[in-house]
């Protein structure tokens, strides 16, 4: 497969940006930021005393992750999301992942898998979106083709 990148930026703030241990997403796809999650409202001890740890992940080149233009963007966009606040944030480290997300594989349907012979399924997140919700969905279609298709045999 051919893959995407993604930067994971991790920022220390004093006050959670969100208030529900949820994956904020961004809709609109203009701009760098992917989602913001702060993952110590699900594992308290991911970060110290009243702290939060926000972790924030882009699509895009490896290679811009250590620039300073770089995170002065997504810093800016996080003032988009959360306001002034988020300019605050301590920025404690970025991991750049080269394949983090297998890209969609040329020709699918978009029916969440394939069917290169009878009898035979592919499915996973490269046959819809790389994501572990497209991962998700392109086995649920692939099973409920199976059951339809047993269902009509009968």
């Known amino acids: 497969p051919t893959w995407q990148s993604t930067v994971n930026l991790y920022f220390r703030a004093k006050e959670p940006p969100l208030s529900e241990p949820i994956i ?4 609109y796809r203009t701009g760098l930021v992917h989602n913001v999650s702060v993952p110590n409202l699900v594992a308290p001890g991911y970060a110290a005393g009243r702290d939060a740890l926000v972790s924030v992940s882009v699509l895009g080149s490896v290679a811009q992750a250590e620039s300073g233009e770089f995170l ?3 810093r800016s966009e996080l003032g988009e999301w ?3 606040a988020a300019s605050d944030w301590e920025h404690l480290r970025s991991y750049p992942i080269a394949r983090a997300l297998p890209s969609p594989v040329a020709g699918h349907d978009r029916s969440g898998f394939h069917h290169p ?3 035979i399924r592919v499915c996973g997140d490269h046959c819809l979106s790389g994501s572990i919700e497209g ?3 392109s086995g649920l279609a692939a099973a409920e083709d199976i059951l ?3 269902h009509d045999r009968r």
């Open 24 to 27: 904020a997403l961004a809709g």
């Open 72 to 74: 002065r963007a997504v």
């Open 82 to 84: 959360f306001g002034p």
């Open 117 to 119: 012979r009878p009898g």
């Open 135 to 137: 991962a998700i969905r």
């Open 148 to 150: 339809s298709s047993s």
